[in-house]
Structures are given as C-alpha cells and as structure tokens.
C-alpha cells in the first residue's frame, strides 16, 4: 500500500473508535520530501519533523502552505532557525527554553503554537519536565506574550504493554486538567500516542497523535 493508503486507512480507523476531530500528524522524519510530496497531493497540510537539519531542505523543496510542527529535541540555539519553518512545537520542556522562543518570536513578529513536553513515566532516556513541577513551567508559558500555549505532549515507553500506556496517557490528562483548573487557563490539546500506541492515547483523550512508521513504513 502506498503512504496516501495508509494514511487514509489509519484515518477510517481512527475516526471509527473514537469520531471526535482528532488530528492523525503525519511523522515524515524517514521520508523524502518525494513522499511528503505524494501525501500533500491527497490533501495533507500537517507534517511532523524532529530534526532541524533534516526539516530545512525538505521545507525549501516543499509547498509553502505546510505547517511543520517539530517533535524533536530543542537546542536553544537552534530555536531561531526553528521559528522561522515550523508553526507547532511539541517539545517544550525548560522555563529557559520557554523564555527564549518567547524572546526570539517577538523578534521574529510570530505566534508559535507550543505544546510543554511532560514526563509522565519518569524515564531518564526521554526529555520532558517532571510531572511534580508542571506548574512552574505551565506557568511561564501561559505568561510568555509571544507564543500560544496549546496544550500538553508526552510519549510513554517504547516497550510498555498497553496498560502501561493508558497509565501515562491518563497521567498527562490528570495533568492537563490540574494545570487548567489551578491557572485558569484552556488547554484543550493533548498530543499523545505513535505509531505502536496511539489507540491507547485515543482512549485516554488524546488530540494529537503523532504517527510515522504506520504511514511511511507500513507493509
């Protein structure tokens, strides 16, 4: 099956577990832009990157009406060149890196979309805020004139079982709802679940769910 298939495929299932406007983000990071290129003819908009070196040159070959959103770790000193492509960040997990997307937007004159990456499960190995100190970082979002604040990202371990899944993906939204209610603020978005447990997420309230293999690399 080619990509436009899958990915179509994937978006009949999606909507038949759970008919509620969730957004199926295509994670294009092992794909040519060639590839990208044949999903945007079927109508797609929204690509996800993780890369800034990667993200570049497929942008400059690309539609300009594509909005990028990255995924990926954020180095402060790539913050400029990331603003200037992609409209969404998901990986947002520092008080210093939210005061210097701020910063760096209103020099820019944009309004980034951001999401704060949470770490729920804990690992080491994944970035993300700790969950026990959301607030502070929500906090200086919210505060922060210069980006919108969507909403809240994290991934739960690669190998977790299902149960495990649900586990984190429900932790994010305690999260969410907490934050919400101790701020007084709207953050309607949950980006949450891949390719091995994005049905998990769905269940959980996911808004987002950030898909790459099941498109691109499917058999």
């Known amino acids: 099956m080619s990509c436009t298939e899958n990915y179509m495929s994937l978006l009949k ?15 294009s990071k092992t794909v040519s832009a ?5 999903l945007y003819d079927a109508g797609v908009r929204e690509f996800a990157e993780n890369r800034i070196e990667v993200l570049t040159p497929k ?22 060149k990331i603003l ?19 910063r760096i937007a209103g020099e820019e004159k944009c309004t980034p979309v951001i999401f704060l990456e949470i770490s729920v499960s804990g690992e080491e190995c994944k970035g993300g ?14 505060a922060a004139p210069n980006i919108k604040l969507a909403g809240l ?24 709802d907490k934050l919400e209610n101790e701020l007084k603020i709207s953050l309607p978005e ?6 091995n447990d994005w049905k998990e997420a769905v269940e959980c309230g996911a808004t987002v769910i950030r898909v790459g293999s099941s498109i691109f690399h499917k058999e």
């Open 13 to 27: 299932e999606l909507e038949s577990i759970k008919n509620s406007g969730v957004k199926l983000l295509p994670v």
């Open 84 to 102: 200037k492509i992609a409209k969404v960040i998901h990986s947002v997990d520092s008080i210093e890196l939210v005061q210097r997307i701020d």
């Open 129 to 142: 805020f700790p969950v026990a100190r959301a607030l502070e970082l929500a906090q200086a979002a919210a």
């Open 34 to 38: 060639e590839v990208i290129k044949e």
């Open 190 to 195: 949950l980006s949450m679940g891949m390719s």
């Open 59 to 80: 942008a400059e070959t690309l539609p300009d009406d594509i909005c990028w959103h990255f995924i990926g770790r954020l180095q402060s000193n790539k913050v400029r």
């Open 153 to 176: 990202m994290t991934m739960a371990p690669l190998e977790a079982t299902p149960d495990e899944c649900r586990t984190v993906f429900n932790g994010l939204r305690e999260c969410r």
